[in-house]
């Protein structure tokens, strides 16, 4: 059993929350800001720089312009954008902490990055929009009159950065080994469940 599990999720579902309680019950660590941690170590960039990357990918047209230019702010050298030069940074960071072996990766592309390692587990963790609305305000303190807005942006930012980064469908179910919709399970169930499937597929 190869305990490496990446945590792709809509904004609101609760994966981070899922991811946390999984690596608990693995005994595995759980790489989610300290994803940024190590890259604000590997690039020299600003913590507020990496941290809004994703974000940043709200507009898929001005996200890809900016990815694309050699000249002005997004550019570091070497033709090399901004949000290129992050991604790279993102993955020599998954990269090494998938050499060690184990752990939980939320978010950043991950199960893209991983796709050719043998073993690792790909969930995608979705749930119902106004479940998604109602945890954004309840436990992320969002106004409830913009939390909708809120959740569909961070969605659609997500989704561009993806796309754009990998060629392939943020959500697609065939990027992943595991897909649950956590308006009808608990977090601690949800985790049960990933670490069932991780105990029983055959590698």
């Keep these: 059993m190869r305990k490496l599990v990446t945590i792709s999720r809509e904004y609101g579902s609760g994966g981070r929350k899922i991811g946390k ?3 608990e019950k693995l005994g595995v660590p ?3 800001k300290e994803i940024i941690d190590m890259a604000v170590e590997k690039s020299g960039l600003s913590r507020d720089i990496i941290e809004t990357a994703e974000l940043r990918a709200k507009s898929s047209f001005s996200y890809s312009l900016s990815s694309a230019m050699s000249f002005g702010e997004g550019y570091i050298g070497d033709n090399v954008s901004l949000n290129e030069k992050l991604f790279i940074t993102q993955v020599d960071v998954i990269n090494q902490i998938a050499s060690m072996g184990e752990g939980v990766i939320v978010g950043r592309c991950a199960d893209y990055i991983l796709r050719e390692m043998p073993g690792v587990t790909n969930v995608f963790i979705h749930a119902e929009l106004e479940d ?3 945890r954004s305000i309840d436990e992320y303190g ?3 009159q913009k939390a909708k ?3 569909q942006t961070y969605d659609k930012a997500r989704a561009n950065y993806y796309n754009y980064h990998t060629c392939q469908k943020w959500g697609e179910y065939s990027n992943y080994n595991l897909s649950i919709n956590s308006s009808y399970i608990t ?3 949800a985790a049960n469940l ?3 499937y991780i105990e029983t597929r055959s590698y």
């Design 21 to 23: 309680i999984l690596a």
């Design 30 to 32: 759980l790489y989610d």
């Design 132 to 134: 998604r609305i109602r």
């Design 142 to 144: 969002a106004d409830p």
């Design 149 to 151: 807005s809120i959740v």
């Design 187 to 189: 977090e601690e169930e």
């Design 194 to 196: 990933i670490v069932s």
